[in-house]
């Protein structure tokens, strides 16, 4: 299963409202998860089953989307949040990775 | 709570095999319902599943490696291992080692292991 996030890259200022798309060439159900990764450290985990955070993650980050369609929004940018951020799912194998979408500080 | 370390040579010679250890720390590799399993990221790019082991010894291997790579658990010693033959450049790549939550997410992730193929 492919998936293809949009845009690669983005370019946002401290408190501005963003959104990434992820999009799978079949249905996923909600087998949908979102990863934040800043340089040279390993992903963490965001959130799973499209739309739920896990404990620690700051309200600002919100999924959606279901079976081809998933989007990630975060409310208002904090300078921590600018990293690449990567979907994956896990609906089938073999498990795969969005392209990534790099935020970076305008 | 659980942590994982990757461990194993950063270099390794063209057509050889690439062995890397990941060691499961702060919890047991037999608990149910988690897969242990290889990501590995080229540099500057994105993350490409390798495979991953049930404690039991089930498999599942990304196609595209299915070939080269084998997976091992080793529930006595509470890590489980990557190998890869016939390396070449292109698997120049950091490696990490994920817990995956009963195919929900993967939740915990091992620092990386930077493995450079080259002679």
Known sequence: IQLTQSPSSLSAFVGDRVTITCRASQGISSYLVWYQQEPGKPPKLLIYTASTLPGGVPSRFSGSGSGTDFTLTISSLQPEDFATYYCQQLHTYPYTFGQGTKLEIK | ?119
């Open chain 2, 1 to 119: 709570q659980v942590q994982l370390q990757e461990s194993g040579p950063g270099l390794v010679e063209p057509s050889q095999t690439l062995s890397l250890t990941c060691a499961v720390s702060g919890g047991s590799i037999r608990s149910d319902g988690y897969y242990w399993n290889w990501i590995r990221q080229h540099p500057g790019k994105g993350l490409e599943w390798i495979g991953n082991i049930y404690y039991s010894g089930h498999t599942n291997y990304n196609p595209s490696l299915n070939s080269r790579v084998t997976i091992s658990v080793d529930t006595s010693k509470n890590q489980f291992s990557l190998n890869l033959n016939s390396v070449t450049a292109a698997d120049t790549a950091v490696y990490f080692c994920a817990r995956d939550h009963q195919h929900w997410y993967f939740d915990v992730w091992g620092r990386g292991t930077l493995v450079t193929v080259s002679s």
